[in-house]
């Protein structure tokens, strides 16, 4: 007869696993390729897939020549930071840049930590900033939006992104009135559906939003972080465009152009480098938001929430020590 | 552009010199006036920290020293297991002092409850933590007292010197043991004893803890000492104590004379490094690899204790 | 049904599996011997007052509680003592028992064994709680705390409430369900003794709306009497735990490190409240409970009338018998119950089921690393953060433990549960509570 096991209590265990939350998220990622295949054509996919292949090829190098332990690329961490690289990434890149730039991903920002779990800082940010900083240029010429099956244009057409116009009009010295004129400037409803050039992920707010409520109703993540992000830029973004209208565009410009929405939804969310209880993660959303809106408002990069992100990164063991939870019971001191 | 380096070089100039002031008055202020003999002790200790000799740290160890002897002129009671003997010497040299000679010692499992000798009547699933397996049940082969085989005593050595034999479950000391202790402390069972590590690295022991009768300590392991008291009764040197139907052999006064291990019916008392005996009737074997290491004529290389395989 | 309550903080939804929900409560025929461990109850274990051959009957008192907290233990059973030796309990620790050879089931003379319902009661308070440590009662829902101790209200405090827990928020379990359905009436007579014993005007039975038949059943009896109203409760687990199950009815929170008389409130089982009744009222001490035996290969999940002492291996085979693929015996629920390391230990007083896992189910999954999901946070009933406090007690950090209010901690698997990565979170919590409570303790002295 085969031995009874003896253990510590619980005996039965959710269905809850790691590679079901990974799933979940690159489930809810499909909204946001399906809109950049579409407006971007091939060269999104093409994107997407060199980038997923080469960080979970970086991955499994790692574990299995370099660490010589356990290979673990079936969880999918690797997939989802794949993703959320391309996600960052103009659609006409270079393909050795993408790979790269999930060298850095994977090699740098993950695995130097220990792998899954043990990283500090979002992975596929630090692999964008690298980027960013070392491919300017490239990283920084979107191609305009060119719908899968709509008649060829020329190919090779790039264009600045929305906020890129803003800024550069603001500090020409324009009115926001004049810049939102541009013919270049993309429109309200297209910056909604994501009609209009910009890194693979960020052009539409809405098929990132449906990917949100999918995560929030999955439990992967929580909806006070994203909304606490949004409602700060909103806030902050509101005051200063009724002081001063012609200087400062009206906040929704800022909701819906940019990476706003991605950042706030799949990046400041990664379980591994947010803060873990709901009051540090509020904490950490308003944070997240303040940065951002300064260096979108003061800054000399156009965008800021992937900055604002990693460096609220940075700040997350502190906001774990000082937010803990409501505990039960708790006697407060008079 | 001449005032530019002109202010430059004024302000970060009447900076230093006023925080060199402030540091310097700091210094003055908070001045701890110490033994350097602390500093000449610790420079001879091995520097492992692994507070074996009972104070956290060499640092601290060296402290006591220095002001032991201030204080009592001796050294008694403070002893570097690590450093053993010479480490000693030399520190009481630099203390102006004699110490005795101390007697070496090492780690000693006492426990052969190996997948043989204690088959597994449960599975056990969950952390590697003896410390937790104990909270939660007797062990895999039923034993309360026996070695829970998940290795918090591998965990706890500093030293590279306890390992777990994967054929046995058991941990096997090997030679790097310094008797620092830590593995005494880790076992939550009460299984490891630093024990003298004896003439030609020669020890007797009995390798079982169970205070349980005879009946239920066979039970669940065939070389489980039972309490009989043969080997109190053959003993010539009184070594021997029995307690809660357990043998315990007093290593002060054991002379290795080795009568105890013949008489012992379970084999629970062991014997490490002796020369093979005189053909005669093999007990029982209990357990092949530790047998075959115990009748082995020892040598320190290819001694049991210091076994390689782990 | 309206007014659903709960508690806030934390919970978890394993799945319900009460198997043996609608299997009546049935008598199990009596053991040829019985085993009764000494240590039943928490607190310390009563002193033997039988030697080897001595005669009992059924009901006669065996060991005597001379501490305070301590519990009697009575003959389950009429039969001759065979001796006092040790037994194994459920974790495989040989432990003091007494061991009873069967021959009859003649009860002593003064319990009324009579089947009728005896409702009308004018004892005083002193007079119910002598009867109740007379009968060597402890609370039934496996915390074992002898119930006479919390039928005195310690000085300057007052109780306001008597909260009946009917809960039984663990899965598979059915005993207190069945418990509630057929004995539900006598059950009331219990609640209102007890609520005569802590001069209290209210009781509160909660009801997790799972078993919305004994919600109704014991709405309609507790009509006719005063004071006693049910409760049902929204489905969430730890529901049945004593702090959260005040918090759910009563909406008072205890604080930490207290108990719940500090808010003014006593917590005890439906299980308990029987038993207060028969000792009370038929004076018939606590020799026997109602077990449930179920697993998903079990041919037959039952709830048993069981007599204490009972080997566990009976009640497996009069519910058909050990599957074949059982991989995993558990001692009462599956999110708090104890694997026991064979299936011969005795029925005590505080089993409350008999688990029985298949193999496949039995196995944990292969721990990885924690990704910082933050859900154990947020499954915590107490508010805490357990990867951070197994952490630490993995480590051997127990100062920093103490600090993290491991000590609140009621150890109800919700962590573990919910953890994706698998770790074994309340393996170290329990490790650290113990070592915690150690340095607690040594500090003191």
């Known amino acids: ?334 | 552009m001449n005032d530019i380096l002109l202010f430059t070089i004024l302000t970060l100039g009447i900076l230093g010199t006023v925080l060199a002031v402030i540091l310097y008055f700091v210094a003055q202020k908070f001045k701890v006036i110490e033994d350097p003999r602390i500093d000449l002790v610790e420079e001879v200790l091995p520097k492992a920290n692994c507070g074996g000799c009972g104070y956290p740290g060499c640092r601290n160890f060296a402290e006591v020293s220095v002001n032991a002897a201030n204080e009592k002129q001796s050294l008694e009671g403070l002893n570097c297991p690590v450093g053993g003997n010479d480490v000693m010497k030399q520190v009481a040299a630099i203390l102006g002092l004699e110490v005795a000679d101390q007697e070496p010692m090492i780690a000693v499992v006492r426990c052969n409850g190996s997948h043989v000798n204690s088959p597994a009547r449960v599975k056990y699933d969950g952390p590697a933590s003896c410390a937790f397996a104990h909270q939660l049940f007797a062990g895999e082969g039923g034993c309360q007292f026996g070695c829970l085989g998940l290795g918090d005593c591998v965990v706890s050595c500093d030293f590279d010197a306890i390992h777990m034999n994967p054929e046995t479950g058991l941990p096997v000391v090997n030679d790097l043991c310094v008797a620092c202790g830590a593995c005494v402390k880790a076992c939550p069972r009460g299984i490891i004893e630093l024990r003298h590590k004896g003439k030609k690295d020669r020890r007797i022991f009995v390798s079982c803890v169970n205070k349980e009768k005879g009946g239920p300590a066979r039970k669940n392991c065939q070389v489980a000492c039972i309490g009989c008291s043969k080997c109190q009764q053959v003993c010539p040197y009184d070594a021997i104590v029995m307690a809660n139907n357990l043998a315990y052999i007093d290593f002060a006064k054991c002379k290795l004379c080795r009568k105890c291990v013949e008489v012992c019916p379970t084999d629970a008392i062991h014997e490490i490094n002796f020369p093979l005996r005189k053909p005669k009737a093999e007990p029982a074997p209990a357990d092949p690899e530790r047998v075959d290491s115990l009748h082995v004529a020892g040598n320190k290389e290819n001694d049991i204790q210091s076994d390689s395989k782990a | 049904m309206s007014n659903l309550k709960t508690f806030i903080i934390g919970g978890v939804h394993p799945p319900e599996q009460k198997l043996s929900a609608t299997a009546a409560i049935r008598p199990l025929p009596l053991s040829k011997q019985l085993i009764i461990p000494l240590g039943q109850n928490l607190g310390a274990p009563p002193r033997v007052i039988v030697k080897k051959g001595d005669e009992v009957k059924t009901g006669q008192l065996i060991a005597q509680a001379d501490s305070f907290i301590s519990a009697n233990l009575h003959s389950p059973a009429s039969g001759k003592i065979a001796k006092i030796d040790e037994a194994v309990d459920a974790s495989g620790f040989r432990r003091p028992a007494i061991f009873i050879d069967v021959t009859g089931d003649e009860w002593v003379d003064d319990v009324d064994t009579s089947p009728e319902i005896v409702r009308g009661f004018s004892f005083s308070k002193s007079e119910i709680v002598s009867r109740i440590k007379a009968a060597g009662l402890v609370g039934l829902g496996g915390a074992t705390f002898p119930t006479h101790v919390k039928m005195m209200v310690p000085d300057g405090k007052k109780a306001t409430h008597l909260i009946i827990n009917g809960v039984e928020c663990e899965p598979y379990l059915t005993s207190d369900h069945r418990l509630m359905l057929e004995r539900g009436e006598e059950m009331l007579v219990g609640i209102q003794l007890m609520m005569q014993a802590l001069e209290v005007d209210k009781a509160i039975i909660g009801i997790e709306n799972n078993k919305p038949d004994a919600i109704s059943h014991l709405q309609l009896h507790c009509k006719s009497f005063q004071g006693i109203s049910v409760q049902p409760l929204k489905v969430k687990y730890p529901q049945g735990g004593e702090k959260q199950l005040i918090k759910a009815a009563v909406n008072r929170e205890v604080p930490s490190g207290k108990l719940p008389i500090e808010v003014g409130c006593v917590v005890s089982n439906v299980g308990t409240a029987l038993a207060v009744y028969e000792a009370v009222q038929k004076r018939k001490p606590l020799i026997e409970r109602v077990v449930t035996v179920t697993g998903k290969s079990l041919s037959n999940p039952s709830n048993f009338l069981v007599r204490i002492g009972t080997p566990v291996n009976e009640l497996i085979a009069a519910a058909g018998g050990l599957p074949g693929d059982t991989g995993k015996i558990i001692n009462g629920g599956p999110m708090m119950g104890k694997a026991v390391s064979s299936p011969d230990i005795p029925v005590v007083k505080g089993s409350s089921g008999i688990l029985l896992i298949p193999e496949k189910e039995s196995r944990r999954k292969k721990p990885i690393t924690c990704i910082r999901c933050s859900k154990c946070t947020v499954a915590c009933p107490m508010g805490l953060e357990p990867y951070l406090l197994a952490k630490l007690s993995k480590l051997g950090m127990f100062d920093r433990t103490e600090g993290g209010h491991i000590m609140d901690c009621i150890e109800c698997g919700s962590c573990q549960y919910t953890c994706p990565s698998g770790l074994p979170l309340l393996d170290f919590l329990r490790l650290g509570k113990q070592k915690t409570a150690h340095l607690i303790r040594t500090r003191k002295s």
């Open chain 1, 1 to 334: 007869m085969a031995l009874f096991t003896v253990s510590g209590s619980p005996h039965v265990h959710g269905e809850e696993n790691v590679q079901k939350i990974m799933l979940t998220v690159i489930y809810a990622m499909v909204p946001a390729m399906a809109v950049s295949v579409w407006f971007f054509g091939l060269d999104a996919l093409r994107v997407m897939l060199i980038s997923v292949a080469s960080c979970m090829f970086f991955e499994w190098v790692i574990q299995k020549y370099l660490l010589k332990g356990s290979v673990t690329i079936t969880d999918g961490s690797a997939a989802v930071a794949g993703i959320l690289l391309a996600f960052n990434v103009p659609a006409n890149l270079p393909a050795w840049m993408l790979i790269a730039g999930a060298l850095v991903t994977i090699g740098v920002a993950k695995m130097s930590f220990g792998g899954l779990g043990k990283n500090p800082f979002n992975p596929a940010l630090v692999g964008r900033v690298f980027m960013l900083i070392s491919f300017p240029v490239q990283m920084t010429s979107w191609p305009v939006a060119k719908p899968l099956f709509a008649p060829a244009i020329t190919d090779a057409i790039t264009g600045p992104t929305a906020l890129g116009l803003l800024k550069e009009g603001i500090d020409a010295g324009k009115t926001v009135e004049q810049v939102l004129a541009d013919p270049q400037m993309p429109q309200y409803l297209d910056r909604l559906i994501g009609n209009m050039g910009g890194s693979l992920g960020e052009i539409s707010a809405l098929a990132l939003i449906l990917g949100g409520i999918y995560m929030v109703i999955r439990k992967v993540i929580d909806w006070q972080l994203p909304v606490s992000i949004i409602m700060t830029v909103f806030v902050i973004a509101g005051i200063f465009h009724l002081i001063d209208p012609s200087h400062y565009v009206n906040p929704d410009f800022h909701l819906f152009s940019g990476g706003l929405m991605l950042g706030a939804i799949f990046m400041a969310t990664d379980m591994v480098s947010s803060p873990m209880n709901m009051s540090g993660k509020v904490i950490y959303g308003i944070g997240i938001g303040l940065l951002t809106i300064i260096i979108r408002l003061w800054g000399a990069y156009p965008e800021g929430i992937s900055f604002a992100i990693l460096i609220m990164n940075a700040f997350t063991p502190l906001i774990n020590n000082a937010f803990k939870p409501k505990r039960f019971g708790l006697v407060v001191r008079k």
